[in-house]
């Protein structure tokens, strides 16, 4: 029988107690950023992004795991909706949140934007990406820019049943070696899989699994000088932050967004009063790359 409850309306209930577990096990989650996103963490334990391409049956996930009666409004400032729900697994609340479909991360459009931002500035416990099984090779795209953000990914390979429908044989166990994250099989629709894929997350939010995801290389001296200098100096400006290479590279590439954020001090656990110094430590070499 499974552990999982869904939970559809934590309003009204007592703060769920601190987690007195070691510190591998302890929530990643960015309670202030996700505040300003829109999300209150004060009844959750952990925090769940899920992610997709359109058309991957995310939905169909995100409703089999919360149960049909989510709560839904706009992203905070956007006329964008969004979905929350959430489950128990363990004694463990999780808020499921589920992010705009979109195929990149690289914030072209809006939907971009608000999913990159989630993952990136709120720092979820984990992120799941719901894959199409039988379009894998579309769909890793951005798996593989997500991975460039967090190491903490569970790959949910859903429509698993359309994939043997067509006769095609996916080695999830290969997959997730090649990708360095768990990869669960699904059928949403039919509710296969699910519970595994809960047990996943919940061993990812807790440290019990820790990814070593594949991450892009570039054989660029050149570039890999910019970005080792520009790390080191982030690093020193913004030392919480999670992943100063995929920073640096957005920097190095002109992202307005990545660049205002910098500024204002959204990028990691700041100390107080480093938000100007970390923005002046980065202009040389913004200049520098610009030029």
Not at 39 to 45: C, K
Request: include cysteine; charged fraction near 30%; proline fraction near 5%.
């Amino acid at each position: 029988m499974s552990d999982r409850k869904k939970v559809r309306n934590p309003e009204g209930r007592e703060a769920v107690p601190e987690i007195s577990e070691a510190c591998a096990a302890c929530p990643v989650h960015h309670a202030a950023n996700l505040k300003k996103l829109g999300v209150d963490m004060s009844q959750w334990d952990f925090v769940v992004a899920l992610a997709g391409n359109p058309n991957t049956g995310k939905s169909t996930v995100f409703n089999a795991l919360t149960g049909l009666r989510q709560h839904t409004g706009n992203w905070p400032g956007k006329t964008v909706s969004r979905a929350e729900g959430g489950f128990e697994y363990r004694d463990h609340r999780f808020k499921l949140v589920d992010l705009p479909g979109t195929y990149s991360l690289l914030a072209t459009s809006l939907d971009e934007e608000i999913a990159r931002d989630f993952i990136l500035f709120g720092q979820p416990d984990v992120t799941v990406v719901v894959v199409d099984a039988t379009r894998l090779e579309r769909n890793l795209n951005l798996v593989l820019q997500v991975l460039e953000i967090t190491d903490r990914v569970v790959i949910c390979l859903n429509l698993i049943d359309e994939a043997e429908r067509h006769h095609l044989e996916i080695d999830h166990r290969r997959l997730a070696r090649d990708l360095g994250v768990p990869v669960v099989p699904t059928s949403a629709r039919y509710d296969e899989g699910l519970d595994e894929l809960v047990q996943a997350i919940s061993e990812v939010a807790l440290g019990e699994t820790r990814g070593k995801p594949y991450r892009i290389t570039y054989n660029d001296p050149q570039l890999d000088r910019a970005v080792a200098e520009l790390i080191a100096e982030i690093e020193e400006a913004i030392p919480e932050l999670p992943n100063p290479e995929w920073v640096a590279l957005r920097l190095l590439d002109g992202d307005q967004r990545i660049i205002e954020a910098v500024e204002r001090g959204e990028l990691g656990e700041l100390h107080a009063g480093a938000a100007e110094p970390a923005a002046r430590a980065l202009e040389p070499r913004e200049s520098s790359a610009a030029a």
